[in-house]
């Protein structure tokens, strides 16, 4: 089946260490977004890729990253990891841009900073 | 700008009967989406059911559908006979045809009583 797959599911890094979470697509979306999800809020969209065009949200910390070496991948990298970045963060796609087009996610990284 | 509003922080509804959750939204875009996703305890976010602004007849989607209401600027998800499996965060959200992002509202929290 067509799929958002996130690895790990489960993550733990210590406090300052750099952390990389992966998410991959079989779906051949254009579009990919990066959301941190804390518990009982909304998700919040850290940024996202139309192809290889990049966008950050303005209120995006510098502390994270993002790369999409093709269409599949995309990583999202926090650089220094403090105890407010733990959380769930969600992958998810979209095939192109338009008011039509849903997106579909992942299963989520739950991340845990000691 | 694009917003969502979700004014029920909670809901609880008796098995087997229907449920209303509510979200209002603000856009000055002629041509927009509106979208509603489950999200259960395990994290994953569920797309239900997606109106088009310039959709004459409300969506459905099996026990799901959305009351839209165009001139109020309203999209309720009504949920029809209500399992225990129902229970979960409910997330209105709108993409407007230009852009590529998703807004989200604070989401409702159903429970379902046995």
């Known amino acids: 089946d067509a799929m958002v797959i996130q690895n790990p599911r489960y993550q733990v890094t210590q406090f300052g260490k750099p952390v990389t979470l992966s998410c991959s697509q079989t779906?051949?979306?254009?579009?990919m977004y990066w959301y941190q999800q804390k518990s009982s809020q909304a998700p919040k969209l850290l940024f996202h890729y139309y192809d290889k065009d990049f966008n950050n949200e303005a209120d995006t910390p510098d502390n994270f990253q993002s790369r999409r070496p093709n269409t599949s991948f995309c990583f999202l990298d926090i650089r220094s990891p403090g105890l407010g970045d733990a959380a769930m963060y969600l992958c998810?796609?979209?095939?192109?841009?338009?008011?039509?087009?849903?997106?579909?996610f992942g299963p989520g990284t739950r991340l845990t900073v000691t | 700008a694009q917003k969502i509003t979700q004014t029920q922080p909670g809901m609880f509804v008796q098995e087997k009967e229907a449920v209303t959750l509510d979200c209002t939204y603000d856009?000055?875009?002629?041509?927009?989406?509106l979208f509603w996703y489950k999200q259960p305890s395990s994290g994953e976010m569920i797309f239900l059911i997606y109106q088009g602004s310039y959709d004459q007849q409300n969506a459905t989607e099996g026990r799901y559908s959305l009351n839209f209401q165009k001139a109020r600027k309203s999209a309720n998800l009504v949920i029809s006979a209500s399992q225990l499996g129902d229970s979960a965060m409910y997330f209105c959200a709108m993409r407007s045809n230009t852009g590529n992002q998703f807004y989200f509202g604070t989401g409702t929290s159903l429970t379902v009583i046995p």
């Open positions: 856009t000055s875009d002629p041509s927009y989406g």
């Open positions: 998810a796609t979209s095939p192109t841009s338009g008011a039509a087009y849903e997106q579909y």
């Open positions: 779906l051949n979306h254009n579009v």
